[in-house]
């Protein structure tokens, strides 16, 4: 189905989002692939939300998959966080709906990339996942069956919980058997999990493995720490995560200590100067 077709039915079924949310009457997809790259975009009550990607690769420069990204504006076209999409909503149902909003809009943008230069020409796309978030207040609003009305949006696109990876944060996650009970429920139904910003100091791998995670990611703050004292927790912290099966997806080394990028399996963020992203593709970086 041509994506025109599936954007349309998309925006005539909205509540298949979330039933009950408001914001299905204030929400809408637009689509003019005569735009290029930013042929995708949304509308959420008086916000305008541009997604664009990020490219997820190996250490040789392979892409292997893409980090859904969005830059949010409001009406005066002034730069708004994502957090503020969540911070005045208080129903359950429209926690839900936004968050399902945002990761069909990624998908579609994704779709419409595959499709499009410079990225319709890289081979081995069968290979590439598109990471994408699952905002905490979206595990704790959905009671039960995880994932499984994201499945079905994924099915009208043509794709699948293997092609999607879901990304937790471990601060909401660690502590609390809902959620828990979520990402069980993610794995089962075939999404692939990375949990993010992971402790160094208490990463909780044993609960990591019995929750079905693939990919973990540390803890930012810690990670960057100028602290000669402290770098023997990272090299540990990457060993502990292989030997327990787990693959490490990092940002970027902490200063001081690039070649730890060497032990990583992933790379998600290039310096500034370098950041991949559909619209700045470096010149036929081979697949991967």
């Given at each position: ?19 009950a949310?408001r ?11 005569q735009?290029?790259?930013r042929a995708?975009?949304?509308h959420l009550d ?18 292997i ?12 076209a ?5 957090e503020?999409?969540?911070?005045h909503?208080?129903d ?5 709906f936004i ?6 809009l990624h ?6 990339c ?9 081979p081995?796309?069968a290979?590439w ?6 905002h905490?207040?979206?595990?704790r609003a959905?009671?039960?069956?995880h994932?499984?009305?994201?499945e ?14 879901l990304?937790l944060q ?10 828990h ?9 075939g999404?692939?999990?990375l ?5 160094i100091?208490?990463?909780?791998w ?7 995670v ?10 960057r720490t ?6 023997v927790h990272?090299?540990q912290w990457?060993?502990?995560a ?7 997806l990092l940002?970027?080394?902490p ?12 790379l998600?963020e ?6 991949l992203?559909a619209t700045?593709?470096?010149?036929q970086?081979?697949g991967?």
């Amino acid at each position: 189905m041509p994506l025109t077709s599936v954007v349309a039915y998309f925006n005539r079924h909205l509540e298949s989002f979330s039933p009950a949310s408001r914001l299905r009457h204030e929400a809408g997809i637009h689509y003019d692939p005569q735009q290029g790259e930013r042929a995708l975009s949304a509308h959420l009550d008086h916000l305008v939300l541009v997604p664009d990607l990020r490219a997820i690769t190996t250490l040789a420069g392979n892409i292997i998959g893409w980090e859904g990204a969005l830059s949010i504006h409001d009406r005066h076209a002034r730069p708004v966080r994502r957090e503020a999409l969540y911070r005045h909503v208080r129903d359950d149902e429209d926690i839900v709906f936004i968050d399902r909003f945002l990761r069909v809009l990624h998908a579609l943008h994704y779709l419409h990339c595959l499709a499009t230069p410079p990225l319709d020409v890289v081979p081995d796309q069968a290979r590439w996942q598109l990471m994408l978030d699952v905002h905490w207040r979206h595990l704790r609003a959905v009671h039960e069956a995880h994932g499984e009305v994201f499945e079905a949006l994924l099915q009208r696109l043509g794709l699948s919980t293997g092609q999607v990876v879901l990304r937790l944060q471990a601060s909401t996650l660690i502590d609390d058997a809902h959620a828990h009970a979520a990402a069980r429920s993610f794995a089962a139904r075939g999404y692939t999990l990375l949990v993010d910003h992971l402790s160094i100091e208490a990463p909780c791998w044993a609960l990591m493995n019995a929750l079905g995670v693939h990919w973990v990611s540390p803890e930012v703050n810690a990670w960057r720490t100028r602290e000669p004292a402290r770098w023997v927790h990272h090299d540990q912290w990457i060993s502990e995560a292989h030997r327990h099966g787990l693959k490490v997806l990092l940002r970027r080394a902490p200063e001081g200590r690039e070649g730890l990028i060497t032990r990583a399996d992933a790379l998600l963020e290039a310096p500034p100067e370098e950041t991949l992203t559909a619209t700045a593709l470096p010149g036929q970086a081979p697949g991967g």
